[in-house]
């Protein structure tokens, strides 16, 4: 078999499973097998393919066409500058994340390209501690520690495999010196003792009763644990806020995210504990992110 019959044999496939934009994950998987650029498969349609490599593409597509997760298909998937390890014992990293570690990064004292939003930043100091809330894959812990040498990272999940899959991310980008990874129940069992000056989470926060109306390449793929949040998707933020005088120093700061309809509670859930807070809208124009500050006898950098 050549390429170009190969590949309309998979767009056929996908399109019959009502996979969207076949054409294109068509051509990726192809790509991913064939271990060359995209532009290569369409350049080269008569190229012939071995029987084993026929077999293996197939064995991908048929995957794709039961709503299998593209990024767990390929094992990786696109962080920022980063690409990272991931399986079905972690969420797979949305654009919207990205956002939460843009927010975080500023906070630091970073300024991301294209991060055009205002919160306040951390007081300058020569080092700090952050906390990550629900690591998963790792990619707020490692994208903070590849881009911050001046930061010590807590990274914590309930989940071991989970935190295997980001020790692994740690390891490819040679920050796992700076990130120590806890297995932990932040809601139930967790009994560290430090502060931090910077909390950074994007819990679970889907309501139980709305699982089942998620698309099947979610609720039949991704971890149940780090989707599902109590009954009203809140349980995280009430939590992050309660404990925050206890985690944070004075002068600290809770950075999450949250679910497209959730923005003002989790504010109002922040601000009722006397942090100051902020929403940042994603590309969608949905408020995504929340910062909340407490404010200390020095205050905060706000440039």
Not at 34 to 58: C, F, K, M, W
Not at 149 to 164: C, F, G, K, P, R
Not at 278 to 303: E, M, N, T
């Amino acid at each position: 078999m050549v390429l170009g019959d190969l590949l309309k044999e998979a767009i056929r496939h996908l399109k019959d499973n009502k996979v969207e934009d076949p054409s294109y994950e068509a051509g990726l998987l192809l790509s991913h097998v064939l271990g060359r650029d995209p532009g290569y498969v369409y350049a080269h349609p008569e190229e012939e393919v071995s029987n084993e490599t026929a077999g293996q593409y197939r064995s991908l597509v048929e995957r794709r066409g039961r709503h299998e997760p593209f990024a767990y298909i390929t094992g990786e998937c696109g962080f920022l500058d980063m690409t990272l390890f991931v399986n079905r014992h972690v969420l797979i990293p949305r654009e919207e994340t990205e956002l939460l570690a843009q927010s975080a990064l500023w906070a630091l004292g970073k300024t991301p390209r294209y991060f055009n939003r205002r919160i306040p930043r951390l007081p300058e100091k020569g080092a700090y501690r952050v906390l990550d809330v629900g690591t998963g894959s790792g990619c707020i812990a490692v994208s903070l520690a590849r881009h911050c040498d001046y930061i010590h990272v807590d990274a914590v999940d309930i989940s071991v495999e989970a935190i295997a899959v980001a020790r692994k991310n740690a390891e490819k980008y040679g920050v796992e010196s700076r990130i120590d990874f806890i297995v932990s129940d932040f809601l139930n069992d967790f009994a560290i003792k430090e502060k931090y000056d910077l909390i950074v989470s994007n819990p679970p926060y889907i309501p139980e009763k709305d699982i089942k109306t998620l698309p099947v390449s979610v609720k039949g793929y991704e971890p149940l644990t780090a989707l599902a949040a109590g009954s009203d998707g809140l349980i995280f933020y009430r939590a992050l806020a309660e404990r925050a005088r206890s985690l944070l120093f004075g002068q600290g700061m809770n950075i999450v995210e949250c679910g497209f309809n959730q923005g003002r509670e989790v504010k109002g859930i922040f601000s009722e504990t006397g942090m100051e807070t902020f929403i940042l809208k994603d590309l969608a124009g949905i408020d995504r992110i929340v910062a909340a500050v407490s404010i200390g006898d020095g205050g905060f950098c706000s440039k």
